[in-house]
């Protein structure tokens, strides 16, 4: 087959995790009195990390704030942890693309800029431990996405080069990440951003349904 690997985007692509991010994020904001946002607005705050994410809902005045941010992030980070599995789920499709590719051989990873340990836990409840060779999070030390870095270490680990790979994911900076590590970028339009996002990121095609992903193969 042209492509022996796929590198999965979490948030967006795999699994619809927005209304516990925008709940849990939303107490937070309540807890120091400041508005909260309608959870459609936060497809737009998601995606490069959960300090970046606090510092974009946070308001204008108060954005700058280190020592607000770091509060708000540790805080968002419990409420998180106690509402992570409240209404998040695969999206339609997704398992059973996810069968069709491993009938077929094909190795499956993750990458996200969620937190490792978060990203590591979800992906665990959701698909259980063997479905995914490699899953990395948000890292110490380890620049986000749309650095390839990750996404570069994971094609070394597999085995696999990195021309060989897949790259789905629902945003830009997915989009980014698969160009700078030289894989075959797709878009998942059914996740929190739209297809022009995508295809002016770098896109090379856009599918609208999780099965799509077989014909690309």
Same mark, same amino acid.
């Given at each position: 087959? /042209? ?37 459609? /607005? ?17 308001? &204008?005045?108060?954005?700058?704030? /280190? /020592? ?24 339609? @499709? ?5 069968? &069709?590719? *491993? ?36 890292? *110490? ?38 160009? &700078?590590? @030289? ?18 990121? @770098? ?15």
């Amino acid at each position: 087959m /042209k492509y022996s690997g796929i590198l999965f985007d979490l948030d967006g692509t795999l699994l619809d995790t927005l209304d516990d991010l925008a709940n849990s994020m939303n107490v937070v904001l309540q807890k120091h009195g400041f508005p909260v946002h309608d959870t459609e /607005k936060y497809k737009y705050f998601i995606g490069n990390g959960m300090e970046t994410l606090v510092k974009r809902v946070l308001p &204008a005045a108060n954005s700058e704030d /280190k /020592k607000l941010r770091e509060a708000c992030l540790e805080e968002f980070r419990t409420e998180y942890g106690r509402r992570w599995h409240e209404q998040t789920k695969p999206y339609d @499709g997704i398992n059973q693309l996810l069968d &069709a590719l *491993e009938t077929k051989g094909i190795q499956l990873s993750v990458l996200s800029n969620k937190a490792d340990s978060f990203t590591r836990i979800i992906i665990e409840r959701y698909f259980g431990s063997q479905r995914f060779r490699f899953v990395f999070g948000a890292r *110490e030390g380890v620049p986000k996405k749309p650095d390839p870095g990750s996404a570069l270490e994971i094609a070394g680990l597999s085995g696999i080069p990195a021309a060989k790979y897949l790259y789905l994911g629902d945003s830009g900076v997915d989009m980014q990440t698969a160009t &700078a590590a @030289g894989m075959y970028a797709v878009g998942a339009a059914w996740g929190f951003r739209e297809e022009e996002e995508l295809l002016q990121n @770098g896109a090379r095609v856009v599918i609208k349904q999780p099965e799509e992903l077989l014909a690309l193969l």
